[in-house]
């Protein structure tokens, strides 16, 4: 009995104890972070989101707001870690974060980082480009026709950056995991990326054949790389996705390489979902678009990837022909503001360009012949650079002698126009409404026929 009524006091104080405990704590939902931005100038200063469903929409990027110090203060709820970025720095933001900040757009080695969330950021301070072709920086490393030689230098770099990885503190699970995917990502592209670097200096020319016959020697290697690769849940990785066009290639996986990975439906999904949304990025919302967005949307079974697309598709609507043109304010190289509807009364041809653009330099002849053959009509054409390194564009512009309505705008500045890719080119009417908001280039001959139309 005696033994009975201990244990029931022993329950009853368990009871209590646990009853008058306080309830564990949850993690916070708000991030907060601070600081400053060196060097942006004219480059688009947003927090953009990395997840799969952000870098379809872009709907979760927030934009930074800085004062005449270039300081920043933002906060926003975050459900989920992830990736993150700013100018050229990745970013890894979990719920409860809160950072002070240092972001310089010309070095992303100089950033600072400092409070909660501050050890994961420093170490993605320096994490190779993919589109430099990872360890090869830009083709820098490429120093033999010798395949060999990049295996040896991926090994090597791999290791390094694993071990920096193992030292990172309060890293989450889920971060160690996907940083342990980009080691992975990072040696598999730099050896796919050899041979078109190594075309670059002449070692021989670039084509698929050539692909096929520099990445045999490693074939086996790059098969093993990629085993066990194939899980949705790298899909919230930003490199892993940027390279299923590379792993799903038919022509490589024909020829052997590739062959453990396989894209899963929700991969293909994305892909789709992604092309689709590129196309319409790139032509406008025009009646083939329309059509082919609906056939899209009945292949996809993902509801989230149809919703992408109908927010997308719904977007561009405000783009329409006929529509009041949206004003935005261009920046001389002397410092002078000017409005785009200073020149209403008059057929606006706007050329948006910069001077990293390839294509955009491929059409300068045309551009400067149409400007040359509407010269005294009732047209205005104006060169519009979204450069984020201004002397590149002000040396570029005295170069060629460009002087009069030769302007430079950030791309941010050109939201309402959804500039995500160029060449763009804008026609609007001497009424400042839109023609087209996705005119045809200087050097296709519609582009005539529509501005005689207008004049």
Same mark, same amino acid.
């Given at each position: 009995?005696?033994?009975?009524?201990?244990?029931?006091?022993?329950?009853?104080?368990? !009871?209590?104890?646990?009853?008058?405990?306080?309830?564990?704590?949850?993690?916070?939902?708000?991030?907060?972070?601070?600081?400053?931005?060196?060097?942006?100038?004219?480059?688009?200063?947003?927090?953009?989101?990395?997840?799969?469903?952000?870098?379809?929409?872009?709907?979760?990027?927030? #934009?930074?707001?800085?004062?005449?110090?270039?300081?920043?203060?933002?906060?926003?709820?975050?459900?989920?870690?992830?990736?993150?970025?700013?100018?050229?720095?990745?970013?890894?933001?979990?719920?409860?974060?809160?950072?002070?900040?240092?972001?310089?757009?010309?070095?992303?080695?100089?950033?600072?980082?400092?409070? !909660?969330?501050?050890?994961?950021?420093?170490?993605?301070?320096?994490?190779?480009?993919?589109?430099?072709?990872?360890?090869?920086?830009?083709?820098? #490393?490429?120093?033999?026709?010798?395949? =060999?030689?990049?295996?040896?230098?991926?090994?090597?770099?791999?290791?390094?950056?694993?071990?920096?990885?193992?030292?990172?503190?309060?890293?989450?699970?889920?971060?160690?995991?996907? #940083?342990?995917?980009?080691?992975?990502?990072?040696? !598999?592209?730099?050896? #796919?990326?050899?041979?078109?670097?190594?075309?670059?200096?002449?070692?021989?020319?670039?084509?698929?054949?050539?692909?096929?016959?520099?990445?045999?020697?490693?074939?086996?290697?790059?098969?093993?790389?990629?085993?066990?690769?194939?899980?949705?849940?790298?899909?919230?990785?930003?490199?892993?996705?940027?390279?299923?066009?590379?792993?799903?290639?038919?022509?490589?996986?024909?020829?052997?390489?590739?062959?453990?990975?396989?894209?899963?439906?929700?991969?293909?999904?994305?892909?789709?979902?992604?092309?689709?949304?590129?196309?319409?990025?790139?032509?406008?919302?025009?009646?083939?678009?329309?059509? =082919?967005?609906?056939?899209?949307?009945?292949?996809?079974?993902?509801?989230?990837?149809?919703?992408?697309?109908?927010?997308?598709?719904?977007?561009?609507?405000?783009?329409?022909?006929?529509?009041?043109?949206?004003?935005?304010?261009?920046?001389? =190289?002397?410092?002078?503001?000017?409005?785009?509807?200073?020149?209403?009364?008059?057929?606006?041809?706007?050329?948006?360009?910069?001077?990293?653009?390839?294509?955009?330099?491929?059409?300068?002849?045309?551009?400067? =012949?149409?400007?040359?053959?509407?010269?005294?009509?009732?047209?205005?054409?104006?060169?519009? +650079?979204?450069?984020?390194?201004?002397?590149?564009?002000?040396?570029? !512009?005295?170069?060629?002698?460009?002087?009069?309505?030769?302007?430079?705008?950030?791309?941010?500045?050109?939201?309402?126009?959804?500039?995500?890719?160029?060449?763009?080119?804008?026609?609007?009417?001497?009424?400042?409404?839109?023609?087209?908001?996705?005119?045809?280039?200087?050097?296709?001959?519609?582009?005539? +026929?529509?501005?005689?139309?207008?004049?």
């Amino acid at each position: 009995m005696r033994n009975i009524k201990s244990l029931l006091l022993s329950l009853l104080a368990f !009871i209590i104890f646990t009853g008058c405990s306080p309830e564990k704590e949850e993690t916070p939902k708000t991030v907060v972070i601070q600081g400053e931005l060196i060097n942006f100038n004219n480059a688009t200063k947003t927090l953009s989101a990395r997840s799969s469903l952000a870098s379809l929409t872009g709907d979760q990027n927030v #934009e930074l707001s800085v004062d005449a110090n270039n300081h920043f203060s933002t906060s926003f709820w975050l459900e989920e870690e992830g990736y993150y970025s700013v100018g050229r720095n990745q970013l890894y933001l979990s719920p409860g974060d809160s950072l002070v900040v240092s972001l310089d757009y010309m070095d992303p080695n100089k950033a600072t980082f400092e409070g !909660i969330g501050a050890e994961v950021n420093r170490y993605l301070m320096d994490v190779p480009f993919p589109k430099s072709g990872s360890y090869l920086s830009g083709g820098r #490393e490429v120093k033999s026709p010798d395949v =060999q030689d990049i295996v040896k230098l991926a090994e090597t770099e791999n290791a390094a950056r694993l071990t920096k990885l193992e030292g990172v503190k309060n890293a989450s699970a889920q971060f160690k995991e996907f #940083e342990k995917l980009r080691l992975d990502l990072d040696f !598999i592209n730099t050896l #796919e990326s050899f041979p078109i670097y190594a075309s670059f200096k002449d070692y021989f020319e670039f084509s698929d054949e050539n692909w096929i016959k520099a990445m045999t020697p490693v074939q086996e290697l790059l098969n093993e790389k990629t085993t066990n690769l194939d899980q949705n849940k790298y899909m919230e990785h930003p490199n892993f996705r940027d390279m299923l066009g590379v792993f799903g290639n038919e022509k490589f996986r024909s020829s052997g390489f590739f062959t453990g990975f396989t894209l899963t439906p929700e991969m293909k999904e994305f892909q789709k979902t992604e092309s689709f949304l590129y196309t319409l990025k790139n032509a406008g919302l025009v009646d083939s678009i329309v059509v =082919q967005s609906k056939t899209v949307m009945a292949d996809l079974s993902n509801p989230d990837y149809q919703d992408a697309i109908e927010y997308t598709l719904s977007s561009y609507n405000t783009l329409d022909p006929g529509h009041a043109a949206y004003d935005f304010v261009m920046n001389t =190289q002397s410092g002078e503001k000017h409005p785009l509807s200073q020149y209403k009364g008059k057929v606006i041809y706007v050329d948006f360009w910069a001077t990293w653009c390839g294509p955009c330099i491929a059409e300068e002849p045309a551009y400067e =012949q149409l400007k040359e053959d509407y010269k005294g009509k009732d047209i205005e054409f104006l060169s519009v +650079s979204i450069d984020t390194n201004v002397r590149a564009w002000e040396n570029y !512009i005295q170069k060629k002698g460009w002087t009069e309505k030769t302007y430079l705008i950030s791309q941010a500045e050109l939201a309402d126009y959804k500039i995500n890719g160029i060449p763009r080119y804008l026609l609007i009417d001497e009424n400042f409404n839109i023609v087209t908001a996705f005119a045809p280039r200087p050097s296709e001959e519609k582009v005539r +026929s529509m501005i005689d139309e207008l004049l």
